[in-house]
């Protein structure tokens, strides 16, 4: 069975500093991953996602994640933190050859940005 | 383009009271699902359906029935709504097993 872990359900970074935000997947296949980012009381909207074998995957708003398949992880990285990226950050998987199947979450790790 | 839409974005129902949560979709997506949000919990996927006439549970189904008569619309349906069923309630619908779009979500309080 498919699951998620985020290590931390907070993390607290300097403006400025780096933002790392950890994934590690569990899955029986190659799986698709995807980070979503949730602003207070709205959506959730896609940060990035792996779905090809270029490993380092670029999103919106200067993040990236790396598949590392030999670590099962796909952890969440920018160089510089800004005060809007203020927000809760989602790990989510599928099964890649499965077509239309359910997203798996993990439980969210909740990023605040110290002036 | 309105993607997901969910309607309403708030509701306070009672103990015991039914409801139904609306969720359509404009992009021909096969594939819907809802999922409740709890904190500390994530997304924890309710029940889902991969086409017209499909539906099949998720996770946590007790408590909530779905319906899937034509591709653009994913009602969810509280029987007997309950104190542990207030949460916030997302749809989302996908295609080609990407990425997910999700709707704005649906505030409920059950008092």
């Known amino acids: 069975a498919q699951s998620v872990t985020q290590l931390g359900s907070h993390v607290s970074v300097s403006e400025g500093a780096l933002v790392l935000l950890r994934c590690n997947y569990s899955?029986?296949?190659?799986?698709?991953l995807f980070w979503y980012v949730q602003y207070p009381n709205q959506g959730l909207q896609l940060l990035l996602k792996?779905?090809?074998?270029?490993?380092l995957v670029k999103g919106i708003n200067g993040f990236e994640a790396e598949f590392k398949k030999s670590e099962t992880s796909f952890h969440l990285t920018k160089p510089s933190a800004h005060m809007s990226d203020a927000a809760e950050y989602f790990c989510?998987?599928?099964?890649?050859?499965?077509?239309?199947?359910?997203?798996?979450f993990g439980k969210g790790t909740r990023l605040s940005v110290i002036a | 383009n309105a993607g997901v839409t969910q309607t309403p974005k708030f509701q306070v129902l009672k103990t015991g009271q039914s409801m139904t949560l609306q969720c359509a979709q404009d992009?021909?997506?096969?594939?819907m699902s809802w999922y409740r949000q709890d904190p500390g919990m994530g997304l924890r996927l309710i029940h889902y359906?991969?086409?017209?006439?499909?539906?099949d549970q998720g996770e946590v189904p007790n408590g909530y029935n779905v319906s899937r008569s034509t591709t653009e619309d994913f009602p969810l349906r509280l029987l007997s709504a309950a104190p542990s069923q207030t949460s916030v309630y997302f749809c989302?619908?996908?295609?080609?097993?990407?990425?997910?779009?999700f709707g704005q979500g649906t505030r409920l309080t059950v008092v």
């Open positions: 992009m021909n997506h096969e594939y």
């Open positions: 989302a619908s996908r295609t080609g097993g990407v990425e997910a779009f």
């Open positions: 989510a998987v599928s099964f890649r050859y499965s077509g239309n199947t359910p997203l798996v």
């Open positions: 792996y779905t090809s074998a270029a490993t």
């Open positions: 359906s991969v086409g017209a006439g499909i539906t």
């Open positions: 899955s029986s296949v190659p799986p698709y």
